[in-house]
């Protein structure tokens, strides 16, 4: 493990982690199927239009990284999921709960600190090869408390399409997690994994606020 910390690199060329690469066409697929989804709808939803952009994004920036590892694709990678997470849960607080645009732009932002300071406080707790996944475990939280607030405001539907993918994130970050850990039982590593998982997590959450009857 060598280069970018991830168990399939073991050179610097660039098609030296072909699987963590080439499985980043799931962010892809993800971002043409909610896209679709959209068309189907007949009406503008830019929101939800410019988070399917985002994940379009994330899929090329990790590619770039997985392809190039070098601080501006390491930026390129991380930056448009912090982004993504920040703007979902903001549409979130304002589509799922009823928060006011200010109150869900506020409420997104504390979220995000909350985030910086539970990975923090993890960091020193798990093993060296894991602390990668500790600034995703506020996002599992996230994720937790947005499918339980939207199942008090009496939209069960909503808030069971959000726990589901709460449950795809928490496998998801489990491959992510143990990618350094079995690197010498699975010598390919398991980060591919993490992004085909996560292509499914944010077509879910697209769709989730697709359909989403607005709250009030």
């Known amino acids: 493990m060598q280069g970018s910390g991830y168990c399939e690199r073991l050179s610097g060329a660039f098609w030296a982690e072909p699987l963590n690469a080439m499985s980043n066409a799931a962010f892809l697929l993800a971002a043409l199927a909610a896209f679709l989804l959209l068309r189907r709808q007949g009406r503008r939803d830019w929101p939800v239009e410019a988070l399917t952009a985002l994940v379009a994004i994330i899929g090329l920036g990790s590619f770039l990284f997985h392809t190039m590892p070098q601080r501006w694709t390491l ?10 997470a920040l703007c979902y849960f903001g549409l979130a607080l304002n589509r799922f709960i009823g928060l006011s645009p200010l109150l869900a732009a506020v409420g997104a932002l504390i979220f995000l ?3 910086f300071g539970l990975a923090s406080a993890l960091v020193p707790l798990l093993p060296a090869g894991m602390r990668g996944s ?3 475990a506020g996002f599992l939280v996230g994720l937790g408390g947005v499918a339980l607030a939207a199942r008090l405001r009496a939209d069960a539907v909503t808030g069971a399409r959000i726990a589901i993918a709460g449950l795809v994130f928490a496998l998801s970050l489990t491959f992510r997690s ?3 850990v079995l690197c010498g039982t699975v010598p390919f590593g398991l980060h591919w994994g993490w992004h085909l998982l996560n292509g499914l997590l944010l077509y879910l959450l697209l769709r989730a606020a697709i359909f989403a009857p607005r709250a009030r």
């Open 75 to 84: 930026l390129a990678d991380v930056v448009p999921i912090q982004l993504f």
């Open 113 to 115: 600190a909350a985030c």
């Open 134 to 136: 500790a600034g995703y």
């Open 178 to 180: 143990l990618d350094s």
